[in-house]
């Protein structure tokens, strides 16, 4: 796996998944090009720990680099 800038993404779906994710949070992608091939996201959840995903539960978004600081460092 490439280290590269850590994305993030917008949960918008979480339906069979209530207790890992929470709808309108924001999580930390870690890039998986397998999984992307497979519409999956490799996202750190409610747990701490990365799991996989459906890709159409989020949208990878672009903050300001003042809000983005804050939000990886609350992570």
């Known amino acids: 796996m490439a280290t590269r800038a850590r994305q993030l993404a917008l949960c918008l779906r ?5 207790v890992s994710l929470e709808r309108r949070k924001i999580y ?10 497979h519409g999956q996201l490799r996202v750190i959840d409610e747990s701490g720990e990365d799991y996989l995903y459906p890709a159409t ?4 978004i672009n903050l300001p680099r003042t809000l983005r600081r804050r939000v990886l460092a609350a992570a």
């Open 14 to 18: 979480n339906k069979g998944y209530e």
């Open 28 to 37: 930390q992608v870690i890039p998986d090009r397998d999984a992307a091939k």
């Open 57 to 60: 539960f989020f949208a990878l």
